[in-house]
C-alpha cells in the first residue's frame, strides 16, 4: 500500500475529523472511499468521452437497442 499527502481547507478537514470520530471509522477510510468512488466516475467519464470523440470522427458507431436485441437473439 503507498501513501500520499494532500492538503485539505481548514473546513473540509474538520468536516473529515468529525465524521470520523462520529462513526469511529478513521479519517483514511473516508478519504479512500471517497477517492474510489469519485475515481469510478471519471474514469467512466474519460470512457464516454473518448466514444464520442470516436463516434464524432466516424470511427465508432452507436446502435439501437433494437439492433442489439436482435444480434443477441433477444429480440420478440
Known sequence: MSSISIRLTNELSSRLEKLARRTGRTKTFYVTKAIE???ED???LYIA???LIELRAG????Y??????R???LAD
Open 37 to 39: 468512488e469519485h475515481l
Open 42 to 44: 471519471l474514469e467512466d
Open 49 to 51: 468521452e473518448q466514444r
Open 59 to 62: 470511427r465508432s458507431r452507436a
Open 64 to 69: 439501437t437497442t433494437e439492433e442489439v436485441e
Open 71 to 73: 444480434e443477441l437473439g
